[in-house]
Every structure is written in C-alpha cells, then in structure tokens.
C-alpha cells in the first residue's frame, strides 16, 4: 500500500525502539510530522494499515492485506474532502465538526469490541497472525501512554475533533465518529486535531466545542479500568493463522 508521504521511513525508526514490544507505534505516532499549521492546502493523512506496513520485515501476503485497517485507523482531511477509518465526506456535504473529550470517548467504549473488529476485519492469510498482534499491541501502548498522561494530568486538554456532522442521502443528518484507535492517535497528537479544525473553518463548518461527561478523579479511574482491560484482552492472534 502506498505510504503517506509524512510517513515514510517511521517504520526503521519505530525497529529501534523494539518492533516486537508494540513501543513501535508510540513512538511512530509520536514522530509523525504534524499537519502544516492552518488549513491544509494539501490531503494530509495518517494511517495505522499504512504505519504497520511501513515496518521492515512485513511477512510476505500481510502488506496487501494491512490495507483494510485503514477501516481500523485513519484520519485524512485536505482541501476536498475529510474522513476517519476509510470513510470521507466532502466539505460540502458536512455540517458541523463535534469535539469531545477524547479520553472520556476512550474509557466509555468497548476495547474488547475493538479488537474484535481487528480481527474480524483482516482476512485470513498469511501474516495475518503478525499483523493483529502489530496492531492491538500498537493500541495497547497507545492507551498506556494516555493512561500516564490522564493520571499525571487529568484535566488536561484532550478535546479532539472526533465526530463529523454532515448530510446522508436523501439530506438525513448523519454523524461518522473516529474509531478507538483513531480516538487513540488524535488525543496523543492534538496537532492533528487542530489541522481538521482549522481546515474545517475555512471551509465555513462550524466547530462545536466538547461537553464536559467526567470530574478529573472520574476520569483519571476510567483511564485505569480502560487500561486493565486493554493489556487483558489484547489479541495475540489465532494458533492457526499464518
């Protein structure tokens, strides 16, 4: 698959922090360059099918098959159009961006339901093994990162743009909301919040700040619980995949 120019060479560098121990994608997420400050003149993007095949080594038959999680885990927005998780919309058709507190999205959904879309969603081939367990260990350091940050820091700012308001068919209101792992990279990287926000305002659409659904002490024990429950239902993948 075709690798985000802005991505490009983060899977060598994310090899020498330890492929294997899943730090690869903290520290690949936290070296992506960064939208440009503005509204993007250019389709800006980030994608975990694309970062985990960036990785050296991919065994033969996953790389093609690491396209699907661009359903798992993308975030694009340009001067056209916006999207998560392989969806996009035209800047026309939206009607209004939506922030939430990304850590309260996080802790009030279900991680288990997440790793189960994973593997629902790679085909079985060979590889696939390696890929699921890429991509939930990536998810599983990502979410220990927050976790320290939300209990250093629980009111900090993690408002993100994480809901796209915009018409349906036949002009029904319709909302595309950003999946766990892109919920996940959007609140470790505010940066690319503000990219689609700011492209977002320029396009006329208006941005609607987050309602506060948690106190900090609240907060700080979801990211906990979310946290437990994430190392304990990580996937390794199946004895019988490749």
Request: net charge neutral.
């Amino acid at each position: 698959m075709k690798l985000p120019k802005q991505m490009r060479g983060l899977g060598d560098s994310a090899q020498k922090v330890g492929e294997a121990s899943g730090e690869w994608m903290r520290t690949a997420v936290t070296a992506v360059p960064g939208p440009p400050e503005g509204p993007a003149t250019e389709q800006w993007e980030f994608s975990v099918g694309s970062l985990i095949s960036s990785l050296p080594k991919v065994p033969p038959g996953a790389a093609k098959a690491l396209g699907v999680l661009d359903r798992l885990g993308s975030v694009r927005f340009g001067p056209e159009s916006v999207g998560f998780d392989g969806e996009e919309i035209a800047w026309k058709d939206v009607l209004r961006i939506q922030q939430h507190n990304g850590a309260d999205v996080l802790a009030g959904n279900s991680i288990e339901a997440e790793f189960e879309r994973l593997r629902g969603l790679l085909p079985p081939v060979p590889g696939r093994k390696w890929a699921v367990g890429k991509a939930a260990g990536g998810l599983t350091t990502v979410v220990g990162e927050l976790r320290d940050r939300v209990l250093s820091d629980p009111g900090g700012a993690y408002d993100i743009a994480c809901e796209i308001v915009h018409r349906g068919r036949f002009g029904r209101e319709k909302s595309l909301h950003a999946c766990m792992y892109s919920t996940a990279v959007l609140t470790l990287r505010p940066d690319f919040s503000a990219g689609l926000i700011a492209t977002a305002r320029a396009h006329g659409v208006q941005v609607l700040p987050a309602e506060t659904r948690a106190d900090d002490a609240a907060r700080a024990e979801s990211m906990k619980s979310l946290w437990k429950r994430t190392r304990d239902a990580s996937p390794q993948g199946d004895p019988q995949d490749g």
